[in-house]
DNA sequence: CCGGAATATTCTTGTCAAGGAATATTTTGA
DNA sequence: TCAAAATATTCCTTGACAAGAATATTCCGG
């Protein structure tokens, strides 16, 4: 896994870049004005985006449309591939972890132990 | 989509111990060992990855036990669902991608269009 | 109850990066 | 060719945080 994605997407306004351009590719002013930003910060967590692969430009006419890649995220998903066993494990105790919140009438978590 | 659990990613080290972490708890010092960390970093770092919900501790004799804790992960996994229809997309054009690879002997990426 | 092993905390220093404001650059259409 | 729109860049200040070194704390066994 690329610290480098995890570090672009790390920022809040960045997140939300990438989840915005999930329905398409848009301009640098279109991603401004819907995430209330100013131009000149969107224009920079772009570059910063595109330096870590994940977005791509293109220029149309007077404006640059950005739009996801979708490399570094099917990277990240082959990552956590590696980690899915764990709480499919976890999952198999369910049942014992519902009974226990019908004995008890209880919503809190019991304790957990682990060795 | 939480920016603290990917920010708590986003350091190398502490990406690490999460890799470390996935084979099993283990304590400070095996953690500081097998990274060639120093004891203090790896304290703090997982300090860190604990404030952020990726590990727990328990206390066992002098040590502390590390554990990778799956639901930030959980999370990620269920973030990166929304945007799988990408990639499964571009797929669906992997066969025509094949073809001009072999049409054109080349092992160059075409430039891509896209609107 | 004391010494030492394991771990945590504090302090300092350097680097990175975010936001704001101002400005530069690019590009198009008239 | 020029003005204006769209975008990029620069400079500044500020805050976060990583590493190193030193020190504090915790806790077990004898």
Redesign the pocket.
């Known amino acids: 896994m690329n610290p480098t994605t995890l ?2 997407l ?5 997140l939300l870049i990438i989840e915005l351009l999930r329905e398409g590719p848009l ?6 004005e819907r995430l209330h ?12 985006l ?1 330096e870590a692969g994940l977005v791509e ?1 293109r ?8 739009r996801l890649r979708p490399e570094p995220l099917m990277e990240m998903d082959e990552w956590l591939e590696s980690f899915r066993g764990m709480w499919e494990e976890r999952f198999d105790r369910l049942s014992d972890y519902l009974l226990y919140l019908k004995k008890t009438g209880s919503s809190l978590k019991p304790k957990e132990e682990f060795k």
Request: proline share 6%.
């Open positions: 570090n672009a790390a920022e809040p306004n960045r301009s640098v002013g279109e991603i401004a930003l100013r131009q000149p910060q969107a224009s920079k967590h772009l570059k910063f595109s430009v220029a149309e006419a007077n404006r640059r449309i950005y």
